[in-house]
Structure formats: structure tokens, C-alpha cells
């Protein structure tokens, strides 16, 4: 009995071993998901400040500023 509880602890500690080194991102992933999310700022940027958008988010800040309280 103590042998195969002995081999099911292996077991088990040499999963969470296994785990433990996949775990998290190495640099080029880091650098993709940096890319990635420029790229996605820089498409925001260009819609927010877009003629129809910008001027839809101005009248919007205008309503609230001049709403009553």
C-alpha cells in the first residue's frame, strides 16, 4: 500500500511540475500581445476621432453639460 501510495504522489507532483513550466507566456508571446494590442488601439483611435464619431461624442458631452440637475 505505501508503494502505491508512494507512486500516486509521483504522480501527481510530476503533473503540477509539468504545469508549472507552461505556465505564463515566454517574450515573443509578450511582444505578439503587445502588437496585437497597438494595433487595436491605433483602430479605436482612428474611429473615436472619425468625423461622424467625433461629432456624435461632442453633441453627447454637449446634452450632459447642459442637462439640468
Known amino acids: 500500500m505505501y508503494q502505491a501510495v508512494?507512486?500516486?504522489l509521483r504522480a501527481l507532483m510530476g503533473r503540477a511540475r509539468a504545469?508549472?513550466?507552461d505556465a505564463g507566456m515566454v517574450t515573443s508571446e509578450y511582444a505578439m500581445?503587445?502588437?496585437a494590442a497597438v494595433a487595436f488601439a491605433v483602430v479605436l483611435y482612428k474611429v473615436v476621432t472619425s468625423g461622424p464619431v467625433s461629432t456624435a461624442l461632442r453633441n453627447i458631452?454637449?446634452?450632459a453639460l447642459?442637462?439640468?440637475m
Open 61 to 63: 458631452v454637449q446634452q
Open 6 to 8: 508512494r507512486a500516486r
Open 66 to 68: 447642459d442637462g439640468r
Open 33 to 35: 500581445g503587445i502588437v
Open 19 to 21: 504545469r508549472r513550466r
